[in-house]
């Protein structure tokens, strides 16, 4: 499922986004830090590896100010660079290159390879509360005429549920807002702390929505474990932060 690029590997690819017409990179700290550029994180030097790798320029490549809400942005007439506060990006056009940036945060990747419309996500517990993950699945049909039945997904690596331990002001509020689903997604640690799943909740989430369950790659590779390949902000603190790049072919 997934294939790593470089020596030391500087991003990885998901071979289903790949077969679904998705160049895309999800980049590891050998990529160097995007948080080292703030407010220009694509500038001339900014991403040479992955954009490189994908036969993209860096300018070309649109964003968001991340406010770990549900704002889904439509990119297809902004200027490169910065297109809004948000979330969420999606397009229809190919070629055009959208981000994400994190450090134990889900990215998500969504694309219709028949109509062509593509989205990508940033999604920490604040945005799997607030059900980011099957809104980004409603923005792309609503805005495009994309399929749910037909979309592929795939989630990159993220803080995983052997690490992510949480307490009461955030699963309060996750019990509140899906309370059929919430004990599938946090595992009891301790009095007041549980094992928070990021993974599972978003990807039950898609497939509310109606995407296939087999239709949603995850490698299910942790953030704070993975401190050889990837930057981890409960593990190191502010600091490194990974990207996740996605174009149509």
Same mark, same amino acid.
């Given at each position: 499922?997934?294939?790593?690029?470089?020596?030391?590997? *500087?991003?990885?690819?998901?071979?289903?986004?790949?077969?679904?017409?998705? !160049?895309? =990179?999800?980049?590891?700290?050998?990529?160097?830090?995007?948080?080292?550029?703030?407010?220009?994180? %694509?500038?001339?030097?900014?991403?040479?590896?992955?954009?490189?790798? #994908?036969? #993209?320029?860096?300018?070309?490549?649109?964003?968001?100010?991340?406010?770990?809400?549900? /704002? @889904?942005?439509?990119?297809?007439? /902004? !200027?490169?660079?910065?297109?809004?506060?948000?979330?969420?990006?999606?397009?229809?056009?190919?070629?055009?290159?959208?981000?994400?940036?994190?450090?134990? @945060?889900? &990215?998500? +990747? +969504?694309?219709?390879?028949?109509?062509?419309?593509?989205?990508?996500?940033?999604?920490?517990?604040?945005? *799997?509360?607030?059900?980011?993950?099957?809104?980004?699945?409603?923005? #792309? +049909?609503?805005?495009?005429?994309?399929?749910?039945?037909?979309?592929?997904?795939?989630?990159?690596?993220?803080?995983?549920? @052997? $690490?992510?331990?949480?307490?009461?002001?955030?699963?309060?509020?996750? !019990?509140?807002?899906?309370?059929?689903?919430?004990? !599938?997604? /946090?595992?009891?640690?301790?009095?007041?702390?549980?094992?928070?799943? #990021?993974?599972?909740?978003?990807?039950?989430?898609?497939?509310? =929505?109606?995407?296939?369950?087999?239709? +949603?790659?995850?490698?299910?590779? @942790?953030? /704070?474990?993975? &401190?050889?390949? %990837?930057?981890?902000?409960?593990?190191?603190?502010?600091?490194? &932060?990974?990207? =996740?790049?996605? $174009?149509?072919?």
């Amino acid at each position: 499922m997934v294939t790593f690029h470089g020596t030391p590997p *500087t991003y990885l690819t998901l071979d289903p986004l790949e077969a679904a017409g998705v !160049r895309h =990179a999800f980049t590891t700290r050998h990529h160097g830090s995007f948080a080292a550029r703030p407010g220009q994180p %694509f500038g001339d030097d900014a991403a040479p590896a992955a954009l490189t790798g #994908l036969g #993209l320029d860096a300018p070309a490549v649109r964003y968001a100010r991340q406010v770990h809400g549900t /704002a @889904c942005l439509v990119a297809d007439d /902004a !200027r490169p660079g910065l297109v809004g506060e948000g979330d969420a990006l999606l397009t229809t056009r190919p070629r055009l290159p959208l981000a994400v940036f994190t450090a134990d @945060c889900l &990215s998500i +990747v +969504v694309v219709d390879p028949d109509r062509r419309a593509l989205a990508v996500a940033h999604a920490g517990w604040r945005g *799997t509360v607030a059900g980011l993950a099957g809104g980004l699945v409603e923005a #792309l +049909v609503r805005h495009t005429g994309a399929r749910a039945d037909r979309l592929q997904a795939g989630i990159g690596p993220s803080i995983g549920p @052997c $690490c992510y331990e949480v307490d009461a002001p955030v699963i309060d509020p996750l !019990r509140a807002a899906f309370p059929a689903d919430w004990a !599938r997604w /946090a595992r009891p640690q301790a009095p007041g702390k549980w094992w928070l799943d #990021l993974w599972q909740a978003n990807a039950d989430q898609l497939v509310a =929505a109606g995407v296939p369950p087999d239709a +949603v790659a995850n490698p299910r590779l @942790c953030t /704070a474990c993975g &401190s050889d390949l %990837f930057f981890s902000y409960r593990r190191e603190g502010r600091g490194g &932060s990974l990207a =996740a790049l996605a $174009c149509l072919d």
